[in-house]
């Protein structure tokens, strides 16, 4: 399913870095949300837009930032990145409009901080 | 906010025989119950969900029993295969809200052995 597509796929990047991850989708979905995957955490929810000019925090949103530059695109970044930043990062979507409260999640990214 | 606590963390079963996995939350006002499916390095994927008005759904060999009363929520596997092995993700949310967005458990790794 390459509705919902994340770049990139992997990286390994230094403490400090600045870092951004990319989530586009085809969808046409309006929501777009960030979550990061821990093993035995589950996903966690960093920030979420229900529209270009909506932005919210979600539970773990210290040391990330986001940008939504289209409806089709939300963007994650790392302003400093830190080794426990170290996770697999999900961009998903849903449609209120439709009725379609599911998720469609991407294909994660990996992120290594060193 | 809500809270949705998943158990077990992990479980194994044998080719054939039944798998449940329990859910609770916390906010009276979730109306809409999501199970996702993830096999090992891909992303999660929905793969039932029930809605609060309803107590049971059921989709071939999988179903999800709601206990709004309780606050609870279980899926069941009948007849498991070794290709339903996977992490599975409980998720709460309330649809309706300004603020929709879903809650996950913490997964369960489910195990089904040949």
């Known amino acids: 399913d390459a509705d919902v597509t994340q770049t990139p796929r992997n990286r390994i990047t230094k403490t400090g870095k600045r870092i951004m991850l990319e989530c586009s989708q085809t969808k046409g979905h309006d929501r777009m949300y960030w979550y990061r995957q821990d093993p035995g955490l589950g996903l966690q929810l960093i920030y979420y837009s229900f529209d270009v000019k909506d932005i919210n925090k979600g539970e773990i949103s210290d040391g990330y930032s986001v940008s939504r530059q289209a409806q089709a695109k939300f963007s994650l970044s790392l302003e400093s990145a830190i080794p426990n930043q170290t996770a697999l990062y999900f961009c998903?979507?849903?449609?209120?409009?439709?009725?379609?409260?599911?998720?469609?999640f991407g294909s994660g990214t990996r992120l290594t901080v060193v | 906010g809500e809270n949705v606590e998943q158990h077990p963390s992990t479980l194994s079963v044998q080719e054939g025989d039944s798998a449940v996995i329990k859910c609770t939350y916390s906010d009276s006002a979730s109306n809409y119950f999501p199970w996702y499916k993830q096999e090992l390095g891909k992303r999660p994927q929905l793969i039932i969900d029930?809605?609060?008005?309803?107590g049971e759904k059921k989709d071939q060999r999988i179903a999800v029993t709601l206990n709004k009363t309780a606050k609870h929520f279980s899926l069941h596997i009948t007849e498991t295969q070794p290709e339903d092995s996977a992490v599975y993700f409980c998720?709460?949310?309330?649809?309706?809200?300004?603020?929709?967005?879903?809650?996950f458990g913490k997964g369960t790794l489910l195990t089904v052995n040949p």
């Open positions: 998903a979507t849903s449609d209120s409009r439709a009725g379609a409260y599911g998720y469609t």
């Open positions: 998720a709460a949310s309330r649809i309706g809200s300004s603020n929709y967005k879903l809650t």
């Open positions: 029930i809605r609060s008005n309803v």
